[in-house]
């Protein structure tokens, strides 16, 4: 199996290294798409279609157990039949590593690997803050941001990567 690849818009930057390579197997032209913000204790997962190329927000997965974590995956793999997932991959404004990168990348494979499905990583820089504006705009705040913010990061995670194909 191969490493997840990463989508990079710019092309450039640590995102590319030699270990993401953006070549990988053919790309289907439709399909559902699952999309993870991760975090240590939420993991923000988002759906989407190939075909349209729009992004809802799905739900929040809250675990910090590995396991527990892969496993409640497998039952939206198992109800979503994905053809392809996305992960977001954050950077700082510089593009340099964040503390939370190789844990992503972790995440990322063990995703391929365990459902043998694509799985693409993307630079996922200032979606939270993209989300938190969101739902400002929308007039919810404070407390009630937490169960959808991570959501609708994935959800801008996965915009990035319909609108970078």
Not at 32 to 38: G, I, K, P, R, S
Not at 53 to 61: C, E, M, N, S
Not at 140 to 157: F, T
């Amino acid at each position: 199996m191969n490493s997840p690849r990463i989508s990079n818009p710019e092309g450039s930057g640590p995102a590319r290294s030699s270990a993401l390579r953006d070549a990988g197997p053919r790309r289907a032209s439709s399909g559902t798409v699952l999309a993870f913000d991760f975090g240590t204790r939420r993991v923000g997962v988002a759906i989407g279609e190939l075909a349209l190329g729009i992004a809802h927000p799905l739900q929040t997965i809250s675990t910090a157990s590995d396991r527990a974590r892969l496993e409640k995956v497998g039952h939206l793999v198992r109800d979503w039949s994905p053809v392809l997932l996305v992960v977001g991959l954050p950077t700082h404004g510089d593009r340099s590593e964040h503390v939370l990168s190789a844990r992503c990348r972790r995440f990322a494979l063990q995703l391929e690997r365990t459902f043998e499905i694509h799985t693409q990583l993307v630079d996922e820089r200032l979606t939270s803050r993209a989300a938190r504006e969101s739902l400002v705009t929308a007039g919810i705040r404070g407390r009630r941001q937490k169960g959808l913010l991570d959501q609708l990061a994935a959800v801008h995670i996965l915009q990035t990567y319909f609108s970078a194909r």
